[in-house]
């Protein structure tokens, strides 16, 4: 998106882009910036996708890499996890010490994981999981397996070549936190938010996300 194609004065959107960075939900970014909630609504849209665009290209990961599934949507009742109505699945991929790469994902099986896997991470990896059934067939696959048994423990060992997805888990916290202040999220726009929340996970402190963001917006 490029700043002469929106009608918003440029400060406005400074303004504006500052709000989305604190997390403010677009009805109170409008209120405070003093545009139209449309209008905040509209420009939070085009920061999303901006940010879905740049956030995709980066190179394939490679050494010590965490790798699970996890499930997004309205908290009910009954079933939660693999298999709860409702839900949408999602797959991650986890550098340790750096970044996370996500995508949805229309179900959790080997078939449809380890194309992902594949594309995503270097041959020879030190890939970690936990016993998942879809994962087994990296046993027999060009990575480095290690799975985490969590009926009996969350971690066997901690630091470099600790069996553990301890990284890829504290990303879905941390998305799912961000994601419930919204209190609802149409399924058309989640991809949006769901890179959203990468973006914020991998790019640093706010301080750095407002000055990245205003430079993908031309407005630095």
Known sequence: MNRRRSRLPAELQRHLVEHFVAGTPARTAADLVGVNRHTATLYFRKLREVIAQKVED?????????????????????????????????????????????????????STLMPIIRDRVR????????????????????????????????SDGTGRHGVHINGIENFWSQAKRHLRRYNGIPRAQFPLFLKECEWRFNYGTPKQLRRLLLEWMDLA
């Not at 693999?82 to 949805?104: D, E, H, S, W």
């Not at 030190?126 to 969350?154: K, N």
Request: positive net charge.
């Open 123 to 154: 041959p020879d990896s030190l890939v970690y999981t936990d016993g998942f059934a879809s994962y087994a067939v990296l046993d027999v696959s060009e990575f480095q397996h290690h799975r985490i048994d969590h009926e009996h423990t969350f």
């Open 58 to 110: 980066h190179s394939p990961f490679t050494g010590e890499v965490e790798i699970d599934e996890s499930y997004f949507g309205s908290r009910k009742h009954g079933k939660r996890g693999r298999g709860a109505p409702g839900k949408v699945p999602v797959f991650g991929i986890l550098k340790r010490g750096g970044k996370v790469y996500t995508v949805l994902v229309p179900n959790v099986s080997r």
